[in-house]
């Protein structure tokens, strides 16, 4: 029986192996732009709106940045994504448990929509909600509510599951519970920078958690 009515599940670093790939359209971007690479700050900006990267990496050549970004990504996106194994095996069994299902994802929305189906995981989902589905993005709860009310799933009955603190803090703020994932940017770390309900080290540990 599933623990959970509804889930909502990070895109990149918890379903989709593609940190590689953000890190090596950064660093092609920074390159083509004259900026310095400076690969643990970069990463410290997975997860967040590219438009804060590039306010921050490249203040006044914001747009530039996210287009150049946006050219290596469609380069490097199809070569390089992958879920990481047992992922989708797990949504499978979870649709079939009668569990809605959606993605939140800092991703502008074409990059999100092209990494489902690349993936092969865009059926599972009911909604997947990149960075302009809402005005305001994580660590704030409203992409999470905007995402119930498509499932039609009360937060209490739903959980946030994500590799990073501000998928923890998106979750936290939206009144549902929270699942930390080892596998991604946080970590092991992310267990107490983000202090989640629950936190596995594996897509199988995460599948126990939510099938009982």
């Known amino acids: 029986m599933p623990k959970f ?21 950064s660093e ?40 150049t970004f946006r050219e290596y990504n469609m380069v490097y996106l199809p070569k390089m994504i992958k879920p990481f194994p047992g992922v989708v095996s797990l949504l499978a069994k979870l649709q079939e448990s009668g569990v809605a299902l959606a993605i939140v ?16 995981i ?20 409203e992409p999470a509510l905007l995402a119930l009310e498509k499932l039609g799933v009360k937060p209490a009955d739903a959980a946030f599951i994500g590799d990073a603190a501000v998928d ?25 920078e983000a202090n989640p309900d629950y936190f596995v080290n594996s897509v199988n540990e995460l599948g126990r958690l939510l099938l009982l």
Not at 105 to 120: F, H, K, N, P, V
Not at 122 to 141: C, L, N, Q, W
Not at 174 to 183: C, E, H, Q, Y
Request: aromatic share 10%; net charge negative; glycine share 14%.
């Open 28 to 67: 092609s971007t920074h390159a083509k732009m004259g900026i310095p690479w400076d690969e643990a700050a970069v990463t410290r900006f997975i997860g967040r709106p590219l438009y804060e990267t590039g306010a921050y990496f490249a203040p006044g050549r914001v747009d530039e940045y996210i287009e």
């Open 168 to 192: 923890i803090a998106c979750g936290k703020a939206a009144g549902m519970k929270t699942i930390g994932v080892s596998w991604g940017v946080g970590g092991e770390g992310l267990k107490d």
């Open 5 to 25: 009515s509804g889930l909502i599940f990070d895109l990149d670093g918890t379903l989709s192996d593609s940190v590689p790939m953000i890190l090596k359209s």
């Open 122 to 141: 865009g059926s599972y989902f009911t909604a997947i909600m990149g960075v302009e589905a809402s005005e305001r993005h994580k660590p704030d709860a």
């Open 105 to 120: 994802t800092s991703r502008l929305q074409w990059g999100a929509d092209w990494s489902a189906e690349i993936l092969g």
